[in-house]
């Protein structure tokens, strides 16, 4: 893991550079508030539970998810929380962001890939950044629609 990353997985970090380190329990309790302020700067924080509590808050919005999905550098765990959500998970841009995040775990990106449109399934083939597993994946599902007789 970055040396970036675990800094910030530790248990204190500050929202701000310049603003005090706060806990995990202080960050976790302004995860659940509805200030647009804090929330454009908890949505950087890389920690699961962080993560996990910003995608029940109402107030969340979809392009902040499509920040947090597509951060980098990332903690898998933190985007698979994403990619498990029953609210995010059948966004589309939030499926994009997924699959083309490096640190996207390959079961949660190839399980995706399956929902993805032509174009972003074209994109992913030719991604030289992502697992050869997962290009593949998209090539092939890529190949079949392209199969397909249309109605």
Do not use: C, F, Y
């Amino acid at each position: 893991m970055p040396p970036q990353l675990t800094k910030q997985l530790g248990p204190e970090r500050p929202l701000r550079p310049t603003d005090r380190p706060l806990t995990l329990g202080e960050r976790k309790s302004l995860a659940r508030t509805h200030r647009r302020d804090k929330l454009a700067l908890l949505v950087r924080d890389p920690h699961p539970t962080v993560v996990a509590i910003l995608l029940d808050n109402p107030h969340i919005t979809e392009q902040d998810i499509v920040r947090m999905a597509a951060a980098r550098p990332a903690v898998p765990e933190s985007l698979s929380k994403i990619a498990g959500h029953p609210r995010w998970s059948v966004r589309h841009p939030v499926k994009r962001a997924l699959v083309l995040n490096p640190a996207t775990p390959l079961a949660d990106a190839i399980r995706i890939a399956t929902t993805l449109r032509a174009q972003d399934l074209n994109e992913l083939a030719n991604d030289a950044s992502l697992p050869e597993l997962l290009r593949r994946h998209a090539s092939e599902l890529l190949a079949e629609l392209q199969s397909r007789p249309r109605a």
